[in-house]
């Protein structure tokens, strides 16, 4: 199960840390990511972390603004948003889900167990 929580309102340029608690699983076997999905708009992948936390990696519209980040110790997954815009409206989900290289990259995977998600809105 995952569990996500730090949503809320936000005004242009603010910041939020958004967290996952992930239970039921061993954490540390699992990639896990963000996603979001804005009204009308398909889910996107936010963010991506390898089970080590050793590779990281970000959507273009995110990069130097996000950081993605985990404890496996505490079982738990956070997302620091910073200089945050209207467009990062949206509902954002967790998912554990596996890396694969692919084309000389790793490729994130999404797997079965999603987060019911947290609101994000940035609003002046």
């Known amino acids: 199960q995952l569990v996500e929580s730090g949503g809320g309102l936000v005004q242009p340029g603010g910041s939020l840390r958004l967290s996952c608690r992930a239970s039921g699983f061993i954490l540390d076997y699992w990639a896990m990511s963000w996603y979001r999905q804005a009204p009308g708009k398909e889910r996107e992948l936010v963010s991506a972390i390898s089970g080590a936390g050793d590779n990281t990696n970000y959507a273009d519209s995110v990069k130097g603004r996000f950081i993605i980040s985990r404890d496996n110790a505490k079982n738990m997954v956070y997302l620091q948003m910073n200089s945050l815009k209207s467009e990062d409206t949206a509902v954002y989900h967790c998912?554990?889900?596996?890396?694969?290289?692919?084309?000389?990259?790793?490729?994130?995977?999404?797997?079965?167990?999603w987060g019911q998600g947290t609101q994000v809105t940035v609003s002046s």
């Open positions: 998912n554990a889900g596996q890396f694969t290289p692919r084309g000389g990259t790793l490729v994130y995977d999404s797997g079965p167990t």
